[in-house]
């Protein structure tokens, strides 16, 4: 272990330009990567770190140095408080900061804070009219099931393609029973396992008595010093009964204050002075359950104690300071280079304590936003935890001291949302980058639900973009029917996959009905957890289960409606094989109003407009009031009937405006595959009506029969569509850039990386000069490194 201090010498540094050497530009540049994330929730546990570390050490430090088990040259620092130069006092509050930066730079992807799976799941409780979801009445099933049974029925094909699409490891997003003959008994059993809690934060009796046993052996080498415990062990019956020992050790024993080491030396003196002073704390956290398991805890554990062992070993060899080495106060050791092993362990052990207090401190924040303590009365703890540092700290005790069960679906939605969403939207899976971890939460929720919602109304493709619906095969019946046949195989008719559109709509409607019900609102869950099992399709059930137990307190139903009735604009339009009937226009069918009216039901460029914002900018919409909800401390509650300031209502119509551009960048990138895929043309009639006599006529009919001409006279025009819409796109971004502004400051990085995510894509359709390929080309896609170095330009506001 012992290696002799290399004989290169060092120019000589002082205690404060180590740290500004050193310690401070490290952490310049991580908090400048990470400032844009840097919130409230960051804030109050550096803060506390700092205000711990500094209360906690101080005495301890002033103690130490009294004992001369290191010192200082006069000339290596400013000035001391007490024993401890100022320099240090800066060092009880850099170190934490340079701990949780690396942490939170490492972890900036992570979901869930903590590891979960393979924790034990709680007993379900039965009965209960609160969050239990178990005794659903057969008698609300049983409605449920007159009312929606033809849905059911149709469903059944979605099993396969869930397991399809959901990665295995995330297996099962919900709990199947195998089919019985006693449908209802089946249902209550799904429901009732569905509801398995766990506790995330179990008590860690064993990890706290091994620090206390760590700290009991700091307080032996302490107070018996080296040469009574080596004499101990050698003659242990004459050492014990020698009254010298026995006043030395009863002495110190007696008053700690006064303690005396050992006049001659005392080399356990400086490492066991550490083992007393850290256990008691570590001991305490780990009962209380923290522990160190994810991957960027080892890091931040790592690369802090590495760091600091080498700029301690620098500061050591540049005169700033000096460990006493030769065996009065210290075991004489050397790691490495001059590195005394009771400063490695004072490093690595202090590291170990931030990550641990760290990862602790995430894990009640996200116990707030997952299930926020109630507060005596109606109204749901903000799940923004309080600006104040004493209240912050109040709850997160709080929490600490009986921290909730999580339902274990909860968890496992979460991940399978999130994997769903990767696989799903390019532009999401980049943007959520410039997000916060708990925002990044309520995004995958209202995303995921958007998403899942908006596949069941548009699953006329498959994940290739292949059309299926059309004189396709669709398996009706299935593992989950009456009889528990296979069910046969039949074709459904266009009419047949319109009306089961409409009935998932109506499904989704009712949904909403119920997820913003009172009884729910009361956490009352059982009828909605029945509608679930019953109604749902099961690839759709992580992301309604998500939303009906995370999203309801924090964004008001009127978006979510506003989306609904976007797909209802979208079963407006005709099915594909209608579309090329009505688009068959050079076969001598006459144009008139009516035709036009029934090839779209966007007319205008209001209406596309009118589009665009109830499918995108309702999503801007929910994403704002996310933000002020999970950002701020004057949250947006249904208690308060969801009421803006006038100043908010003017950032949602700006933020509803820039999800228009966003979802116009999308329609003019689609405009070709769209009618391919699913027979839809989302420009505006009006801009083929007022072209030249024939020309409009002609440019619809090549677009809807011969979308994969690009080039020659008689090819669709793509360009004067799509780059007029880009147009459209880049007048309402800017007109609502600024409002960016206007959002809590975490939100503005998360929003910037959406807006020029999904911008990416219209930018490459520019610099195609508004050409756009049809399905059968490959969807114009922008590469994911692009995007990514477009997200990361504006996270940084550059
Ligand atoms: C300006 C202010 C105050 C706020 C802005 C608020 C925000 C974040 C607006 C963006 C809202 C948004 C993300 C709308 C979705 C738009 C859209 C075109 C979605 C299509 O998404 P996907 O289908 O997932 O796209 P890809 O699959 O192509 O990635």
């Given at each position: 272990m012992a290696s002799p201090p290399s004989s290169i010498p060092l120019p000589s540094l002082t205690y404060f330009q180590v740290h500004l050497i050193f310690v401070i530009p490290p952490i310049l540049l991580l908090g400048y990567l990470y400032g844009p994330l840097f919130g409230r929730r960051d804030g109050i546990k550096v803060g506390w770190l700092m205000f711990m570390a500094t209360i906690w050490t101080t005495p301890w430090d002033n103690w130490i140095i009294s004992h001369a088990a290191w010192t200082y040259p006069p000339s290596s620092i400013l000035f001391k408080i007490y024993h401890v130069p100022v320099e240090e006092h800066l060092f009880f509050i850099l170190q934490p900061l340079l701990v949780v930066l690396v942490q939170a730079v490492a972890g900036v992807g992570r979901g869930i804070p903590f590891a979960w799976r393979g924790l034990p799941v709680m007993e379900a409780e039965g009965?209960?009219?609160?969050?239990?979801?178990?005794?659903?009445?057969a008698k609300d099933e049983g409605e449920g099931e007159k009312d929606d049974g033809p849905e059911q029925e149709n469903e059944d094909e979605d099993e396969d393609e869930r397991k399809k699409s959901i990665p295995p490891s995330l297996s099962p997003t919900r709990i199947r029973t195998p089919p019985t003959r006693t449908s209802t008994s089946t249902r209550l059993r799904k429901t009732t396992i569905q509801e398995?809690?766990?506790?995330?934060?179990?008590?860690?009796p064993l990890a706290g008595l091994f620090w206390l046993g760590v700290m009991t052996l700091g307080g032996i080498g302490l107070f018996i010093p080296l040469p009574i415990l080596c004499d101990i062990v050698v003659h242990p019956v004459t050492t014990l009964t020698d009254p010298r020992n026995l006043g030395l050790v009863a002495r110190n024993l007696k008053s700690p204050l006064q303690y005396q080491p050992h006049p001659v030396e005392d080399r356990l003196f400086y490492l066991s002075a550490i083992l007393i002073w850290i256990s008691p704390v570590l001991a305490l956290l780990t009962a209380l359950g923290a522990k160190v398991d994810l991957p960027e805890d080892w890091i931040a554990w790592a690369v802090g104690t590495g760091w600091l062992w080498m700029v301690d070993t620098v500061a050591i060899r540049a005169g700033a300071w000096a460990i006493d080495t030769q065996g009065k106060r210290t075991?004489?050791?050397?790691?490495?280079?001059?590195?005394p092993v009771e400063e490695a362990v004072f490093f690595a052990i202090v590291s170990y304590l931030l990550v641990l207090s760290s990862s602790l401190i995430s894990h009640l924040h996200f116990l707030l936003l997952l299930a926020p303590p109630p507060t005596g009365g109606s109204v749901p703890t903000p799940r923004c935890p309080p600006a104040n540092p004493i209240r912050h700290i109040t709850l997160l005790t709080r929490l600490a001291l009986s921290p909730p069960p999580i339902p274990r679906q909860l968890l496992v939605s979460l991940e399978s949302s999130e994997a769903t969403l990767k696989a799903g939207s390019k532009s999401f899976s980049v943007a959520k980058l410039g997000w916060g971890r708990e925002m990044r939460c309520g995004l995958i929720a209202v995303y995921g639900w958007c998403r899942v919602t908006d596949d069941l109304i548009?699953?006329?493709?498959?994940e290739q973009g292949e059309v299926v619906s059309i004189e396709t095969k669709v398996k009706v019946g299935g593992s989950d029917d009456e009889d528990g046949g296979e069910g046969e195989a039949r074709t459904l008719t266009l009419k047949e996959i319109g009306a089961r559109k409409q009935r998932r709509l109506g499904m989704m409607r009712r949904f909403l009905d119920l997820a913003y019900d009172e009884t729910t609102a009361r956490g009352d869950f059982r009828q909605l957890d029945v509608f679930l099992d019953t109604q749902v399709p099961s690839r759709a059930y992580s992301a309604f289960y998500l939303f009906s137990r995370l999203i309801v307190d924090l964004v008001p139903r009127r978006p979510f409606d506003d989306l609904l009735d976007g797909y209802q604009m979208d079963l407006e339009f005709p099915d594909k094989r209608e579309m090329l009937q009505l688009t068959r226009i050079g076969d001598g069918v006459e144009t008139g109003d009516t035709l036009w009216k029934r090839i779209s039901p966007i007319q205008t460029e209001a209406d596309l407009v009118l589009y665009a914002d109830r499918v995108a900018g309702s999503v801007a919409d929910m994403i704002i009031h996310l933000t002020w909800n999970v950002l701020t401390s004057d949250p947006v509650t249904a208690g308060k009937g969801w009421t803006l300031s006038p100043e908010r209502q003017e950032t949602l119509g700006q933020g509803r405006k820039m999800g228009q551009a966003l979802q116009l960048v999308n329609i003019a990138r689609d405009v070709r595959s769209d009618v391919e895929a699913i027979g839809r043309i989302y420009i505006p009639m009006q801009w083929f009506q007022t072209r030249s006599e024939g020309e409009g006529k002609k440019q619809i009919e090549m677009l809807a029969h011969r979308p994969r001409d690009l080039e020659g006279p008689d090819a669709f025009h793509a360009p004067s569509y799509t780059l007029r819409m880009l147009r459209m796109a880049e007048e309402l971004k800017s007109a609502s850039r600024d409002a960016i502004a206007d959002l809590p400051y975490t939100a503005r990085a998360g929003t910037r990386a959406m807006v020029a995510s999904y911008f990416e894509i219209g930018k490459e359709v520019e610099r195609r000069g508004g050409q756009v390929p049809s399905l059968e080309q490959g969807r114009l896609r922008v590469s994911k490194r692009r995007r990514l170095g477009a997200v990361l330009w504006s996270i940084w506001g550059l």
């Open positions: 009965g209960g009219g609160d969050d239990k979801g178990v005794g659903g009445e398995e809690r766990i506790q995330t934060l179990p008590r860690r075991l004489g050791w050397v790691l490495w280079r001059g590195l548009d699953d006329d493709h498959d």
